[in-house]
């Protein structure tokens, strides 16, 4: 399901994809939030939220925010199919120049939006929020300091693992906040084949393997929770299936 009130023959400048699963009782702030920076930027524009077959509450908040601005446009997926499908198929159905997806719950303010679009303006033709340079900046709630222990390192060590086996000299492959010219989402997107969280490693190595050059920026990043030592360890398990699967895909041939 898709309600669209953007005219697709004017293609904007940007499109920003969010994908969108539940979440009720901070999405309108953060919709909100979204509507602001937008409407203050000098270019043309187009919002297109992915809703991932969220609950009752949650597609009512997003219909009607849908319906009070002409530049957002919103696809509903039927069944739940994971943040990789829902990012792919907002890509997919961008229209804009340069095309940049972020979390809906604005873990990296709207305002970083301007970051990676200002790299893909400069040439780059990935640009990707790197959470781990010097000048990268978080504010986190002192409960959540044993992240620095637990999570953050762990995924300092998946981050290397991945360094060493798929794509050299990317820092931080996991970061929510990327951007792509419409040249290369048109290249990486229609071949991606993780639905959920490891889409982001293929998305990068489907871009190194075409040649795509890539740009790493400092943001802001704030952490509002800390998952369960056992959901993390899950987290991990399935992205170590989903190197395995990149790597086969490539034997295969699947990426060129």
Partial sequence: MTISTVDTLAAPHLSLIVPVYNGADRLPTSLEELRVFLRAQPYSWELILVDDCSNAETRAILEQFATSMPEVRLIRNEENRGKGSSVTRGMRAAVGKFRVFTDADLAYPATEVGKILADLEGGADVAIACRVLAESRY????????????????????????????????????????????????????????????????ALFIAKKHGLSLAQTAVFFRYDEEPTTVRFAEDVLRMMRDLLHIRRNDWRGRYA
């Fill in 139 to 202: 504010l986190m709630s002192p409960t959540f300091f044993s992240y620095l222990y637990t999570r953050h390192v762990m995924s300092r060590v998946f981050n290397a693992m991945v360094r060493w086996t798929l794509i050299p000299r990317v820092l931080d492959t996991q970061a929510g906040l990327k951007g792509f010219t419409a040249h290369a989402a048109e290249i990486v997107f229609p071949r991606i084949t993780i639905p959920r969280f490891g889409f982001d490693v293929e």
